[in-house]
């Protein structure tokens, strides 16, 4: 239970490190929350248009619109722009980002440790079933995630989440490939 408990603590902050630089000082998710100098006059119509926080997808179609018009309706938008917004009426504070980064890092935490739980149930793991399975799960993760996302909405970042799981997984890996092995 301690090789766990230590692998799940060093693993879990070896995967919040990485997400730290990435998507902080490295930032190389740039191309998904690109600046526009037109910013403030967006902010200020938004504001004007939404009463509450959601997410929205546009063009799309009113609840309760017929089949029928909704392919008529689909053929119509076909090569037209569309986007997806993400509304907050209000920025959350430092103490919130805190708060947020702590939760990540458990997060983190926990889902090592069921990994490791995974691994252990392993008969005599090799460093290379440990390594491969480590990144394998980040690859679930990817595939799961950002790849299929990408597969309707086009991401910007696609290959910016992508090297986030080879590295943040595949060091990980060989953490608990050394550490679980001991």
């Known amino acids: 239970m301690k090789k766990m408990i230590?692998?799940?603590?060093?693993?879990?902050?070896?995967?919040?490190?990485w997400q730290f630089l990435?998507?902080?000082?490295?930032?190389?998710?740039?191309?998904?929350q690109k600046y526009t100098p037109k910013q403030d006059s967006i902010m200020a119509y938004l504001n004007t248009q939404f009463s509450e926080d959601g997410a929205y997808m546009m063009p799309t179609f009113a609840p309760g619109t017929s089949n029928e018009e909704i392919e008529k309706q689909m053929k119509a938008?076909?090569?037209?722009?569309?986007?997806?917004?993400?509304y907050h009426k209000s920025m959350p504070?430092?103490?919130k980002m805190f708060m947020?980064?702590?939760?990540?890092?458990?997060?983190?935490?926990?889902?090592?440790?069921?990994?490791?739980?995974?691994?252990?149930k392993i008969n005599a793991p090799s460093f290379g079933t440990i390594f491969m399975g480590t990144l394998g799960t980040g690859m679930i993760t990817f595939?799961?995630?950002?790849?299929?996302?990408h597969i309707?909405?086009?991401s910007f970042d696609l290959m910016a989440h992508f090297t986030d799981a080879l590295i943040a997984w595949g060091v990980t890996?060989?953490?608990?490939?050394?550490?679980?092995?001991?």
Do not use: S
């Open 6 to 17: 230590i692998g799940a603590l060093v693993g879990g902050i070896i995967l919040f490190i």
């Open 22 to 32: 990435t998507w902080g000082m490295l930032n190389r998710h740039e191309a998904q």
């Open 77 to 86: 938008l076909e090569g037209k722009p569309y986007a997806q917004l993400i």
């Open 93 to 95: 504070g430092m103490n």
């Open 100 to 120: 947020n980064m702590g939760r990540g890092l458990v997060v983190n935490i926990f889902i090592i440790w069921l990994l490791c739980w995974l691994l252990t």
């Open 143 to 149: 595939l799961h995630g950002p790849y299929t996302m």
């Open 152 to 154: 309707w909405y086009n």
């Open 173 to 182: 890996g060989l953490w608990l490939g050394w550490w679980l092995r001991r």
